[in-house]
């Protein structure tokens, strides 16, 4: 089923999430700067109206933007379009979409928690799988914490449980980890939020 809130948002003037990177995207260009680690294709899993596919696009990469939303999938084409930007985008659902090859990044920011609980396990197995060898997947998981008021305006959101999604990571190597809290405006309302962050590299194939 299809979450309409987002085609709402995006249909507004503007872009809904600005045009600055998040700051995951940013520590991932940060990581990959290194010579030793040198990614080149990246898939961004619900990249809504695209600012983190065309920031990679700027740098180098070779990147495919997926999201749901034809809104903000048109939003993102015409943006890089406009910039000069080269860069791929389709509307695909990230609980069943299938990386047609693997990347070099897998990345998903603010949209992992679409994808319901008894789908997750498979769905990552999936993502680890369509990553190349010494590959990076970064990704971020809002989590539910006790002492925070729940808030949520979009009724597709599941909660991760705090830790579970560095649990997908168990046999990878752990580049960056940890569990923020801000201020999110999504939705209009700024409400406080906690947020897993991993960001793991795939073993290299053994020489
Ligand atoms: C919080 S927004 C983040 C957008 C983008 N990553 C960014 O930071 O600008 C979550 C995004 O997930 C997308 N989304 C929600 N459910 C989805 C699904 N099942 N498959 C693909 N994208 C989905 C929404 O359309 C929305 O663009």
Redesign the pocket.
């Known amino acids: 089923m299809k979450?309409a809130?987002?085609?709402e948002r995006?249909a507004r003037p503007g872009l809904?999430?600005g045009s600055r990177p998040?700051a995951l995207a940013r520590e991932v260009a940060r990581i990959a700067r290194s010579p030793l680690r040198l990614p080149r294709s990246l898939v961004?899993?619900?990249?809504?109206?695209?600012?983190?596919p065309i920031y990679f696009a700027r740098r180098g990469y070779r990147v495919l933007g997926?999201?749901?939303?034809s809104v903000?999938i048109r939003k993102a084409k015409q943006r890089a379009s406009r910039l000069g930007v080269s860069a791929r985008f389709l509307v695909?659902?990230?609980?069943t979409?299938r990386l047609a090859r693997p990347a070099d990044v897998v990345f998903?920011?603010?949209?992992l928690n679409?994808?319901p609980r008894r789908l997750r396990k498979a769905r990552f197995e999936h993502f680890k799988a369509s990553t190349k060898p010494g590959g990076i997947n970064a990704m971020n998981a809002d989590v539910p914490k006790p002492y925070i008021p729940p808030q949520t305006t979009?009724p597709?959101a599941s909660p991760f449980r705090s830790g579970e999604l560095l649990g997908y990571y168990w046999d990878w190597e752990i580049l960056d980890a940890g569990q923020g809290e801000f201020i999110s405006h999504?939705g209009g309302i700024p409400h406080r939020k906690a947020m897993d962050v991993v960001i793991a590299r795939k073993p290299p194939r053994p020489s």
């Open positions: 979450n809130i987002y085609d995006y809904y999430w998040t961004d899993l619900g990249c809504g109206e695209g600012r983190d997926v999201d749901i939303s903000g695909g659902d990230i609980r979409y998903s920011s603010g949209a679409n994808i979009n597709f999504s």
